[in-house]
Structure formats: structure tokens, C-alpha cells
């Protein structure tokens, strides 16, 4: 077994003996015939931006050959709106990278991530997941970089409430039992995304626990590792089935949505994004922020506005986005600042040896961490189409290496520390915010139309039924509408509750 493969938990990587990059139809076939599999499930996104699934019964070796090299075929306009009912056919064909054991079938099941494809046998342009691709590839023959991302899913497990150890109200970051009720639940969703191949960094319990109607809300997080952008667009959606799924099977609800109820901390989606080439990442040079960052992050705040209509697609992602709450509305960013909207983690660019100085009895070592150093676009929640908004960040970073005054944006939108101290008071008020509501998000979308529509990664009829849906919510004067009557809010929220 190879260093690539020697610790990956993906079953199918440790028997193949080899990245999942590298799966043909032939590994597959091997596997399936070896483990007794006896079954095959198609899945694939439909606008609603949840799993779909098509199961497969294996009849014969003849049989399995056919799934994995013709796909199939399916009812797009049941999965996509705006697929018209007379001409709705299309392919489904499996990615063979994306195999996974399913880790909820009471058979020996494999899955199988599809992409669309239209009649002709050309992909089909108007999926979140092709919009992607293309984005990328733009990106690619552009910069000849490679674009990374990560994502963070906060989430809210919601149960029964106990009398025993009860959690501190909105005191809840990195608790541990007996405080912290559901880690078990997490780590077991850990281990199962990891063995369906999403790279994960890590797992803890977040800011947000309070108690409602005999109900405890606790607050948690699975965060990721990053990857191509297009891989991690796939490893986000199936964990939030799984997550879901495992859930289901605990006997207790999860939610990703955006916010719940008023004074209690929201869950986002934060995006962390990094650029390769070679392999190697350009975001630090000579311990600093490299240009190639900072051109991105201009990118970034250049169509900032406009990101939300993917990332914040429902009316309560506004609840969140409110200021002294950690969550953006400012369109700036910073180092290590939790309130900006692009924010530069602590990366570990200092020359000391802190492992050596923790434990004495190792040796000092020279390492470069360079590496782990990311940009984080904090503004998403769990109602973003994930596709389409790392389509849409995608292109933001492109556009950042295509502005003229790309660094002198990147410095006059840069706060430093806090955006709400007196220090930067006079700043925030220069400062262009995000919207207020879906209805803003369709302005800005409609405003920076063009951005999208440069090397046809986005179609000018996506952007347009995005837009007429954003602004459907009618949601301009929502705030004051339902004030802070809690009773009013809650029914409100839940309309929402399994966004995305």
C-alpha cells in the first residue's frame, strides 16, 4: 500500500490501492464483484440542491457493465424548474471518483455522483454542477492556477431537553461531555463522510446552545480540508445527506439553516478558498500575503453582493447577517477578524518552534506551514446552493486577477482588528455593505449579471430565474414585520428548516 492510500478511511481507495481520482469502470467492476456488492445508486442534485438518489438491483456482470457505462436516463423537469415538461429528458452518467460504500443500506450498496447530460450527449449546461466545471476551467486558462476550497457546516442538533448537565446559554464553543449531549453523533458523522471520501480537518461543538419549549438547540461543526473546488462542491453534498440521514436514525432533527431565533448564534457555511500551482500554494510569499491572495480577495469583495443570491438564498440568512453577531455586513476584510467578510486566518507564519518549545524533549525543526494558509468568505449559509456558489466564488477570483486596480482595492477595503472599534468607525462608513434581504441579493445579482456571463460559465436564464425567485420572497421589510415576537419567528424559521 502506497503513502497516498496507506491511512485513507475510503474502503475502496484502501482495496484499490489508489487515489479516487484514478478509479476506471474496470476498479469498480473489481470491487463490487469482490465485496458482493448487490446494488448500485445513482445520485445527483436537483435545484432544491439535495441528493437525489436512483437504485440499481446488480441482475448479471452484463447488467452492472451497462449502469456504469451507459448512466441513465431521468425527468429533468422534476429536478430543474425551469426544464421544460416537453423536452425534459436527461442523462444521468456516474463519475467513477465519487464511489463510496453506502453506509445506511442493509445490502452491500455502491453510490455513485452523476453528472447531467442533455439529449445530444453534451453536459448539460444549466447544471449547478457544469457551471462549476466551467468556472473552473475559465479560472485555469486565465491564472494557470488551480482553485481550492474548504467548507465549515454548522449545524444545529435539536432534542429532548435534560435536566442533567445542562450547557451555558450561548456558551457552548468546544465543550465536551457531558455538556456537549451529541459528540458521539458528530464523530460517528465524521467517520462515516471520511469513509465516503470527504476530506475532514475536524469536528467540535460551536458558540450556540439555548433551551425553547422543552427543546435543547446544540450547536456543532464539521469542517473540511481543502481540495479542488469541484471535489469539494461534491464531499459538502453528500455530508450534509449523511449528516442528515445519521440524524434521522438518532431519533433527533439537524438543521442547517441560517438563523432560528433572535439574540442566538446563526450557523454559516464558511467558504475557505486557496490558489495552486504545481501542486503548491501561492497565497504566502516571504511569510506575507502573496499578490495572487490579495487579487483574489478583491475579486471576492468586487462581487460580494451579488455571491449572496447562491450563498444566502433564503429570507432568514438576513436574520443572520446582522452586525456584533460574527457574521459580515461589511464588505471589507481583515486578519483574524471574525466580523469582517473575507478574513485571513492565523496562519503559521512565525519563526518559533512551538511544538519544540511544548515538548521539550524534541528536537527544533524548521517546517514550512506556508501551505495551510487560506482565505475565508464568511457570509454563506446552509441555504447556498453549493455548486453554484463555488461557481460564483470561482469567478471572483478570477475577476481579481482581471482588475486593473486589483491590489489598491485589496488596501483600501483591509480593516484592521475590528471593524466595530472607534478606531474604524470612520472606515465602516466607506465601506459598501451586503444585503439586506433576498430582494437586495436580486438587485446585486442583476447589477453584476455580466461578471457571470463572461465565457459563458453562467447562462443568462439561470441568473434571470434566480433572480425572479429572490425576489418572489418579497422580503424588503421582513425585519420589522416580525420585530421580536419569538412565537412569530419560529413559525417563520421553520418554513425554512431543511434549506439546501
Not at 439535495?50 to 451507459?70: D, G, M, P, V, Y
Request: hydrophobic share 35%; aromatic share 10%.
Amino acid at each position: 500500500m502506497n503513502e497516498l492510500t496507506a491511512m485513507n478511511p475510503n474502503p475502496l481507495v484502501q482495496y484499490l490501492n489508489k487515489p479516487s481520482a484514478e478509479f476506471t469502470r474496470a476498479d469498480l467492476i473489481r470491487f463490487i464483484e469482490d465485496n458482493d456488492i448487490e446494488m448500485i445508486n445513482f445520485r445527483y442534485v436537483g435545484w432544491d440542491g439535495r441528493l437525489k438518489t436512483l437504485n440499481f438491483i446488480i441482475n448479471s456482470r452484463e447488467h452492472l457493465e451497462n449502469i456504469l457505462s451507459a448512466g441513465e436516463r431521468v425527468d429533468g423537469s422534476s429536478l430543474f424548474p425551469f426544464v421544460e415538461a416537453g423536452s425534459s429528458d436527461l442523462y444521468v452518467i456516474p463519475k467513477y471518483k465519487t464511489a463510496f460504500v453506502n453506509p445506511f443500506a442493509d445490502v452491500p450498496t455502491l453510490d455513485l455522483l452523476c453528472a447531467f447530460y442533455d439529449r445530444h450527449g453534451n453536459p448539460f449546461e444549466s447544471s449547478p454542477e457544469y457551471i462549476l466545471k466551467k468556472a473552473h476551467k475559465s479560472l485555469q486558462e486565465k491564472t494557470g492556477l488551480v482553485f481550492e476550497t474548504m467548507g465549515e457546516l454548522e449545524y444545529y442538533i435539536i432534542s429532548d431537553e435534560e435536566e442533567l448537565y445542562p450547557a451555558v446559554n450561548q456558551k457552548g464553543y468546544h465543550e465536551s461531555s457531558p455538556f456537549n449531549k451529541y459528540g458521539d453523533y458528530r464523530r460517528e458523522a465524521m467517520r462515516l463522510i471520511a469513509q465516503s471520501g470527504g476530506q475532514i480537518k475536524y469536528g467540535h461543538s460551536e458558540v450556540g446552545n439555548f433551551s425553547l419549549e422543552g427543546k435543547v438547540y446544540e450547536q456543532n461543526e464539521i469542517e473540511f480540508l481543502p481540495t479542488n473546488v469541484e471535489d469539494a462542491a461534491d464531499q459538502l453534498v453528500v455530508a450534509k445527506w449523511i449528516m442528515r440521514t445519521l440524524a434521522y436514525r438518532y431519533g433527533v432533527t439537524i438543521t442547517f439553516a441560517p438563523k432560528i431565533t433572535v439574540g442566538k448564534a446563526g450557523s454559516g457555511m464558511h467558504v475557505h478558498t486557496r490558489l495552486m500551482r504545481n501542486s503548491q500554494s501561492v497565497m504566502m510569499q516571504n511569510g506575507k500575503l502573496s499578490d495572487e491572495a490579495r487579487k483574489a480577495i478583491a475579486g471576492y469583495l468586487t462581487l460580494a453582493a451579488s455571491l449572496t443570491a447562491f450563498g444566502n438564498a433564503i429570507p432568514t440568512s438576513y436574520f443572520r447577517l446582522v452586525p456584533h453577531q460574527e457574521a459580515p455586513t461589511n464588505i471589507c476584510w481583515g486578519d483574524r477578524n471574525r466580523s469582517v467578510l473575507v478574513r485571513v486566518p492565523l496562519g503559521w507564519s512565525n519563526h518559533t518552534d512551538m511544538i519544540a518549545d511544548a515538548n521539550p524533549q524534541e528536537k527544533p525543526v524548521k517546517l514550512d506551514f506556508s501551505q495551510k494558509q487560506t482565505v475565508e468568505f464568511r457570509a454563506p449559509d446552509g441555504s447556498a446552493d453549493i455548486y453554484l456558489l463555488m461557481a460564483g466564488l470561482t469567478v471572483a477570483a478570477r475577476i481579481g486577477f482581471e482588475m486593473e486596480d486589483a491590489l489598491a482595492f485589496a488596501e483600501k477595503t483591509y480593516v484592521d482588528v475590528n471593524i466595530f472599534d472607534d478606531q474604524n468607525k470612520s472606515k465602516q462608513s466607506e465601506l459598501e455593505q451586503l444585503p439586506g434581504c433576498c430582494v437586495d441579493s436580486a438587485d446585486a445579482l442583476e447589477k453584476h449579471k455580466g461578471y457571470y456571463l463572461e465565457n459563458n460559465v453562467f447562462s443568462e436564464s439561470i441568473l434571470n430565474f434566480i433572480i425572479k425567485n429572490l425576489r418572489a420572497f418579497n422580503d424588503k421589510n421582513l425585519r420589522s414585520e416580525l420585530g421580536d415576537d419569538e412565537e412569530k419567528i419560529m413559525k417563520f424559521v421553520s418554513k425554512y428548516f431543511h434549506c439546501g
